[in-house]
């Protein structure tokens, strides 16, 4: 690669001395892990514990990673306590981008997932059509850098909607989620070390994925034992986890061990002269990457699928909760409602699969308010305004999605099948059989589609509705149909509908 003249030796020494980036080595990995977990733990502890809310806390770290940043790209060589803080800062708020999208905007954690997936893709294209490599040991240029960045935002950002959708929206949990993301890498260290794996390709797959593992560590650490986590808490959580990273820091900038080793000509070559190896082996990652991770979110989703079809009637145990933080409020009782509050996001992240699969934009709607309560509450110095106004919105939303459409009988609700059945009695009379199989298959479909939510109504004269149906159905899909069998039972079926529907 040419560089403005310089020779090939000046240019290996420039890559050496002033790659802005450290050696991958043992504490890299070790240290991105530890980074990735503060920036889930502390983010939610300016959150929750010190009431800032998520607005104010993504423009409060937004402001020190930006501060951060420019003496990142101000420095001429590779700095410890400089670059790693610039990473701690970009997991945090990496991770408060999408926390944002999801809770404030209502983004659904599918939608970020494929956005960012395509930013993180288009950013690795886009840098190594302009730099022929995508090798972190060549990081000598402010576009490279640049290029850097960015990858590390959308690797951040990526990692938090996958982790979400998997541990909490898939219901799969942190740890599961932890467990299978240890797997995949391990799998990926495999494949390097055995299947001759570009070393690029896997270290930027391992990169993306300790994004979720972090996150996982985070949550099993500072979740409430009730939540299955060790109930160290946030504060508890972040405070470890940032001595830990100060004391590497420290370690490293005195040993200076990720600051030498060697270049990365021999990377760089080998890059070049496997191109096309590396462009397939690419190319089949992705395939596995894409066909694992639909095939698994359908395969979850299909699993956690609710017969339910509104919040209505599902969300009484959480206004009982909030009524109960309530009184402890007015109370001034805030140890309870503190542990009342663990109670409440417990039992929602524990529903959210099924919840959220019956109504994405209401159970957003009421985790936005959550969101209020638990900071309000979990505040170290909570205001008992603050508290009864944001228990006050959310029993709102809750009480509002609770009685929401939630018919009694099935009156009015059976119009549609009755005039299919109309349809189908028109067509016997006039023994035109083949249009009224036709109307059996759309009555069929109708019936099957509705069924969750009729029967649910009322289930007994479901079962009876659906047993003239199927007399309906068996007598006109006869392969010598009666005219007077299907009238007889299409005038039974009708007679059952329209007495229901009144």
Same mark, same amino acid.
């Given at each position: 690669? /040419?560089?403005?003249?310089?020779?090939?030796?000046?240019?290996?020494?420039?890559?050496?001395?002033?790659?802005?980036? @450290?050696?991958?080595? %043992?504490?890299?990995?070790?240290?991105?892990?530890?980074?990735?977990?503060?920036? &889930?733990?502390?983010?939610?502890?300016?959150?929750?514990?010190?009431?800032?809310?998520?607005?104010?806390?993504?423009?409060?770290?937004?402001?020190? #990673?930006?501060?951060?940043?420019?003496?990142?790209?101000?420095?001429?060589?590779?700095? @410890?306590?400089?670059?790693?803080?610039?990473?701690?800062?970009?997991?945090?708020?990496?991770?408060?981008?999408?926390?944002?999208?999801?809770?404030?905007?209502? =983004?659904? !954690?599918?939608?970020?997932?494929?956005?960012?997936?395509?930013?993180?893709?288009?950013?690795?294209?886009?840098?190594?059509?302009?730099?022929?490599?995508?090798? %972190?040991?060549?990081?000598?240029?402010?576009?490279?850098?640049?290029?850097?960045?960015?990858?590390?935002?959308?690797?951040?950002?990526?990692?938090?909607?996958?982790?979400?959708?998997?541990? &909490?929206?898939?219901?799969?949990?942190?740890?599961?989620?932890?467990?299978?993301?240890?797997?995949?890498?391990?799998?990926?260290?495999?494949?390097?070390?055995?299947?001759?794996?570009?070393?690029?390709?896997?270290?930027?797959?391992?990169?993306?994925?300790? *994004?979720?593992?972090?996150?996982?560590?985070?949550?099993?650490?500072?979740?409430?034992?009730?939540?299955?986590?060790?109930?160290?808490?946030?504060?508890? +959580?972040?405070?470890?986890? !940032? =001595?830990?990273?100060?004391?590497?820091? =420290? #370690?490293? $900038?005195?040993?200076?061990?990720?600051?030498?080793?060697?270049?990365?000509?021999?990377?760089?070559?080998?890059?070049?002269?496997?191109?096309?190896?590396? !462009?397939?082996?690419?190319?089949?990652? !992705?395939?596995?990457?894409?066909?694992?991770?639909?095939?698994?979110?359908?395969?979850?989703?299909?699993?956690?699928?609710?017969?339910?079809? +509104?919040?209505?009637?599902?969300?009484?145990?959480?206004?009982?909760?909030?009524?109960?933080?309530?009184?402890?409020?007015?109370?001034?009782?805030?140890?309870?409602?503190?542990?009342? $509050?663990?109670?409440?996001?417990?039992?929602?992240?524990?529903?959210?699969?099924?919840?959220?699969?019956?109504?994405?934009?209401?159970?957003?709607?009421?985790?936005?308010?959550?969101?209020?309560?638990?900071?309000?509450?979990?505040?170290?110095? @909570?205001?008992?305004?603050?508290?009864?106004?944001?228990?006050?919105?959310?029993?709102?939303?809750?009480?509002?999605?609770?009685?929401?459409?939630?018919?009694?009988?099935?009156?009015?609700?059976? +119009?549609?099948?009755?005039?299919? &059945?109309?349809?189908?009695?028109?067509?016997?009379?006039?023994?035109?059989?083949?249009? $009224? /199989?036709?109307?059996?298959?759309?009555?069929?479909?109708?019936?099957?589609?509705?069924? @969750?939510?009729? *029967?649910?109504?009322?289930?007994?004269?479901?079962?009876?509705?659906?047993? +003239?149906?199927?007399?309906?159905?068996?007598?006109?899909?006869?392969?010598?149909?009666?005219?007077?069998?299907?009238?007889?039972?299409?005038?039974?079926?009708?007679?059952?509908?329209?007495?229901?529907?009144?």
């Amino acid at each position: 690669m /040419k560089d403005q003249g310089i020779s090939s030796v000046d240019q290996s020494l420039g890559r050496q001395m002033l790659n802005k980036v @450290p050696q991958v080595t %043992i504490f890299f990995w070790i240290i991105k892990i530890l980074c990735t977990t503060v920036g &889930e733990t502390f983010a939610d502890f300016l959150n929750f514990n010190l009431g800032l809310g998520l607005a104010n806390t993504t423009i409060l770290m937004g402001i020190a #990673f930006f501060i951060f940043l420019f003496l990142q790209f101000r420095a001429t060589k590779y700095v @410890p306590a400089i670059y790693w803080i610039t990473v701690v800062l970009i997991s945090v708020f990496g991770t408060l981008v999408t926390d944002n999208l999801t809770d404030n905007i209502g =983004v659904r !954690l599918e939608v970020s997932t494929a956005v960012f997936s395509v930013l993180l893709g288009l950013t690795f294209l886009f840098w190594y059509l302009s730099e022929k490599t995508l090798s %972190i040991h060549s990081i000598y240029t402010r576009r490279r850098e640049a290029f850097y960045w960015f990858t590390i935002l959308f690797t951040f950002a990526l990692g938090t909607a996958v982790g979400d959708l998997y541990s &909490e929206q898939l219901g799969l949990g942190y740890l599961k989620t932890g467990i299978i993301v240890v797997l995949i890498i391990g799998c990926v260290y495999l494949a390097y070390k055995f299947l001759k794996l570009d070393a690029v390709l896997a270290f930027w797959i391992a990169y993306i994925l300790t *994004r979720p593992l972090g996150a996982s560590l985070g949550d099993l650490l500072s979740q409430p034992k009730v939540n299955g986590g060790l109930g160290l808490g946030t504060t508890v +959580t972040s405070v470890i986890f !940032l =001595v830990a990273i100060l004391g590497i820091i =420290v #370690f490293l $900038a005195v040993t200076k061990i990720d600051t030498t080793g060697k270049s990365d000509t021999a990377e760089t070559n080998q890059e070049n002269g496997n191109k096309n190896n590396v !462009l397939i082996q690419t190319i089949v990652v !992705l395939c596995i990457f894409l066909g694992g991770g639909i095939g698994s979110y359908y395969s979850i989703s299909n699993s956690v699928a609710s017969q339910a079809t +509104t919040l209505a009637g599902q969300l009484t145990d959480f206004i009982n909760i909030e009524n109960n933080m309530l009184k402890d409020v007015n109370s001034n009782n805030f140890t309870s409602a503190k542990k009342e $509050a663990d109670d409440l996001e417990h039992q929602w992240d524990a529903s959210e699969s099924k919840l959220r699969k019956i109504d994405g934009t209401t159970w957003t709607k009421i985790d936005g308010t959550f969101d209020i309560v638990l900071a309000s509450v979990r505040s170290s110095s @909570p205001d008992v305004s603050k508290c009864k106004t944001a228990l006050t919105n959310s029993l709102s939303a809750l009480n509002s999605a609770n009685k929401a459409s939630q018919a009694t009988t099935l009156a009015g609700q059976l +119009t549609d099948f009755a005039k299919v &059945e109309s349809d189908m009695l028109n067509q016997v009379n006039s023994n035109n059989f083949t249009a $009224a /199989k036709k109307s059996a298959d759309d009555l069929e479909h109708q019936w099957d589609v509705a069924e @969750p939510k009729l *029967r649910k109504i009322d289930g007994t004269t479901w079962t009876k509705i659906d047993g +003239t149906i199927d007399v309906v159905l068996a007598s006109v899909r006869s392969s010598s149909p009666d005219a007077s069998k299907c009238k007889t039972a299409l005038n039974d079926s009708l007679s059952v509908i329209n007495g229901a529907n009144k």
